[in-house]
């Protein structure tokens, strides 16, 4: 969880991708993740996506669970909330779903 949260908050989308759930890594390659995090991070009125990690509850067989992130420099007291999912020997996160699947260029339409 520390790699992940250090590879957010040093803006290395290529990094975050490589822990990202086989289910959203299936809907886009490492490259295009990187294209749509640094597209969805450029909009001016977005500060630096930083994170802090709050806590970790894993599933008593310990092969799912979730963290609970605050992410500084937004809003005041905004959360995230990712899923932690062990397979294939190691824990992976479903996290930036919006950054998978594009849906993230929807919350800007509003704004042009």
């Known amino acids: 969880m520390n790699a992940f949260i250090k590879a957010v908050n040093a803006n290395r989308p290529g990094d975050v991708y490589l822990f990202l759930t086989p289910e959203l890594k299936a809907m886009l390659s490492r490259e295009e993740f990187r294209h749509n995090f640094a597209k969805e991070r450029s909009y001016p009125y977005l500060t630096p996506l930083y994170l ?14 979730e963290a609970l992130l605050t992410v500084a420099a937004r809003l005041p007291g905004e959360k995230m909330r990712v899923k932690l999912i062990y397979t294939k020997g190691q824990y992976y996160i479903e996290a930036f779903r919006d950054i998978a699947d594009g849906s993230y260029l929807h919350k800007f339409e509003a704004l042009k």
């Not at 802090?52 to 669970?65: A, F, I, P, Q």
């Open 52 to 65: 802090y990690l709050d806590e970790v509850k894993l599933s008593s067989d310990r092969r799912s669970g």
